[in-house]
């Protein structure tokens, strides 16, 4: 069992950053390929980022260039670095853990799940 902690979301003005943490708790996180979704109020929930237990990375075309996804293995932490940030990044940022060895673009690709942290961003 994975339990996953987001933090670090907020108001910013765009063109802003704001840097999200995912802090999982167990020892195998190393193991866990990571995922990062957004849900926005009366949308469904879309895949921003992935990241492989290697730390390759996958990007939504929608935020490629602008977001960038990291891990720290010794903290067993991911990052979602989010800079330029626009009016539609609004949204209910989730990272997510994978119990096979596949980080997928699709929510049903993942296992675990966070409670979500707030991003606002102010035209």
């Known amino acids: 069992q994975v339990q996953l902690v987001e933090s670090g979301g907020g108001l910013v003005q765009a063109g802003g950053s704001l840097r999200l943490s995912c802090t999982a708790s167990g020892r195998t996180f190393r193991n866990y390929p990571m995922g990062w979704f957004r849900q926005a109020p009366g949308q469904e929930r879309e895949f921003v980022a992935a990241i492989t237990r290697s730390g390759g990375t996958d990007y939504a075309d929608s935020v490629k260039g602008r977001f960038t996804s990291s891990r720290d293995n010794a903290k067993n932490t991911v990052y979602l670095q989010m800079n330029s940030l626009k009016p539609e990044d609004t949204a209910v940022y989730y990272c997510?853990?994978?119990?096979?060895?596949?980080?997928?673009?699709?929510?049903?690709?993942?296992?675990?799940w966070g409670q979500g942290t707030q991003v606002t961003v102010s035209s």
């Open positions: 997510a853990a994978s119990a096979s060895f596949y980080s997928g673009r699709y929510a049903h690709d993942y296992d675990y």
